[in-house]
C-alpha cells in the first residue's frame, strides 16, 4: 500500500473513531438530510440548470428523468465548463455514475462515502431511485456536534 494510500486509510479509520466517539455513528440519514428541494429533469437547457441552482442556492443537484427516478448529477463545476465551451440553449450533460444512500443509512456510512470519494452532496433515494432528499458534508457535520 502506498503512504498516500495509507494516510488517506487513517484518517478514514479516524474519522470513523470520532463518529463511534460522538455516539452518532448509527444515526440514519433521515435524521440529518435535507429535504430535496431543487431536482433537473434530464434534457433541460443548461441556462436554466443555472437558473435553477441559483434559485435554491445550491451547488448541486440529482438529474431526474420523466419518472422522477435519478439517472445522474449536476454541479455547478458541470454547468461552468458547460457555459464555457457550449451555447447555453444546448442540454445538460452529468454525471451518470452516482453514489447515493438511503434513508436508513447510517451516518458512518454516508461519512466514509463522502470522504472516500471527496463529493460534497449525495443523493437519497428510496429502492425505486426516487430521490428524497440530499445529505451534504455540513448535514454530516452538523450531526456530529449534535446540531442536527
Do not use: C
Amino acid at each position: 500500500m502506498s503512504d498516500d494510500k495509507k494516510e488517506n486509510s487513517n484518517k478514514l479509520d479516524v474519522l470513523q473513531q470520532k463518529a463511534t466517539k460522538a455516539r452518532v455513528s448509527d444515526a440514519p440519514t433521515y435524521s440529518f438530510m435535507s429535504k430535496n428541494e431543487v431536482s433537473i429533469t434530464e434534457g433541460t437547457k443548461i441556462y436554466m440548470a443555472i437558473q435553477a441552482l441559483a434559485a435554491h442556492k445550491v451547488g448541486s443537484a440529482p438529474v431526474v428523468n420523466n419518472q422522477d427516478k435519478l439517472v445522474g448529477i449536476i454541479s455547478e463545476h458541470d454547468l461552468l465548463i458547460q457555459t464555457a465551451t457550449r451555447d447555453v440553449k444546448d442540454s445538460i450533460t452529468y454525471v451518470k455514475e452516482v453514489s447515493v444512500v438511503t434513508p436508513d443509512t447510517p451516518l458512518k456510512d454516508v461519512l466514509v462515502l463522502l470522504y472516500k470519494h471527496k463529493v460534497r452532496r449525495i443523493p437519497v433515494v428510496m429502492k425505486d431511485k426516487s430521490v428524497v432528499g440530499i445529505v451534504t458534508r455540513m448535514d454530516v457535520l452538523l450531526k456530529l456536534i449534535g446540531k442536527s
